[in-house]
Structures are given as C-alpha cells and as structure tokens.
C-alpha cells in the first residue's frame, strides 16, 4: 500500500516553456500532497504544501507564480514549472501523507532538464 | 529555520558490518521518521517512531526514539551491498500541522563487498 507515482519520470525542455508534472496516490486518497526539489547530494528541499480543494502553501522563496500548484482531487497534485529555464533544472519530488499521520510516501522523482 | 543534525555525512564499510547514523535537534519532535534514497528514485520510508524512547525494528534496521524528543538514531546490523544510499532523517516538530517534515543532512553508505 501507499504508493505514490510521478509522470513525467524524465523531461527536457527549452528555455521559455512550460512543465507540468503529475503526483498521484495510486492506493489511497491523500488530502495532503508536497512538493520537494532536491540538487545533486544533497537533502530535499521543501518547495509547498499542497492540499486538496485549497491554495497551495509555498515556503518562502518560492516562486507561487512559477511554480503553479494544483491539487484539485484527493490522488492527484501537479506542479507546472512556467517559463522554465536552466536554473530551473533539478530532480522534483512529491508526496503524499497517509491521513491522520506523519508519514509521507514519495513519488519516483522527475528529472527535469532545461535547455 | 528549524534544522536536524545528521551525522556522519557519509560511511564506508565492508560487508557485515554494522552500522550507525543519527539525528539530533534543538527543538523537540512529535515524530521521527527514517528513509532511504537509492540514485534517481524518490525516498522509501524504513521506519516510524511516533514515541519518546521507542524502539522499532524492520529486518536489520533499528531505530529509536530518543527519550529527550530532540533526536534519533537509526543502526543497520550486518550489512550487505543493497544498503548502499542515501539515508535521511525527518521529524515532525512538535506544533506543526498538516505533518510538514523537516530533513536532515543524509548520510551516504558506501558498502564494500
């Protein structure tokens, strides 16, 4: 039980366009989902909070504007990176937390390349 | 921000050796959890510790609880080349809502046959 997937697993854009990558609980429903970045050996960064029905909760320095959340059932969350660009680049990872507790499952990641 | 101290950064061991990581804190957390990160995937949680002092097992994993709240370790018995990644620390401070976690550092495992 309590698994997580993420789509796309890997993907390379150009500078200037868009990204939109999937998180969904497969096996049960998760009001709360979060977004993570993370750099090469290095620890998980965490970008927002996402909860279903309601405005994503960003961490400070995050860009609400760029990196659009949305959480609009309770198994599936997507992040859109808008105007993407080099900087951007880096392994993103959601997950999801088992209601009424502590404990987050993670998706695969999405290695995102930008161009 | 609040911050977890993991250490030590990284281990190089021989196979079956045992080995030890933990995590301590200034502030006090309501849960520990442990995950391991293997390259290019997302972390897989081991184990849970939702008590002051508990002491959990999964397979040659052991983890506590500590009895202050303020940290937590994790001890990983004969170890075999699969434990090879990236283990990670996460707590829930006490306070917090909607099980925001805060990680630490990781600490690499490097197993030698």
């Known amino acids: 039980g309590a698994v997580v997937s993420q789509h796309p697993s890997r993907v390379i854009c150009k500078s200037g366009t868009s990204v939109k990558i999937e998180c969904r609980s497969l096996d049960f429903q998760a009001t709360t989902m979060f977004w993570y970045r993370q750099f090469p050996k290095q620890s998980l960064m965490l970008m927002a909070t996402s909860n279903e029905g309601s405005k994503a909760t960003y961490e400070q320095g995050v860009e609400k504007d760029k990196f659009l959340i949305n959480h609009a059932s309770l198994t599936l969350s997507t992040l859109t990176v808008t105007s993407a660009h080099p900087e951007d680049s880096s392994f993103y990872i959601c997950s999801a937390r088992v209601g009424g507790t502590s404990e987050q499952f993670f998706g695969p990641g999405t290695r995102l390349t930008v161009l | 921000g609040q911050q977890l101290n993991q250490s030590p950064q990284s281990m190089f061991i021989q196979e079956g050796e045992d080995v030890s990581m933990n995590c301590t804190s200034s502030s006090i957390f309501n849960t520990w959890l442990w995950y391991k990160q293997e390259p290019g995937e997302g972390p897989v949680l081991l184990i849970a510790?939702?008590?002051?002092?508990e002491l959990t097992s999964n397979g040659r994993l052991t983890a506590q609880f500590g009895i202050t709240r303020k940290d937590s370790f994790l001890n990983i018995s004969a170890s075999i080349p699969s434990d090879v990644g990236i283990y990670f620390c996460?707590?829930?401070?006490?306070?917090?809502?909607?099980?925001?976690?805060?990680f630490g550092q990781g600490t690499i495992l490097t197993v030698h046959p």
């Open positions: 510790l939702y008590k002051a002092g």
């Open positions: 996460a707590g829930q401070l006490r306070g917090t809502s909607y099980g925001k976690l805060t």
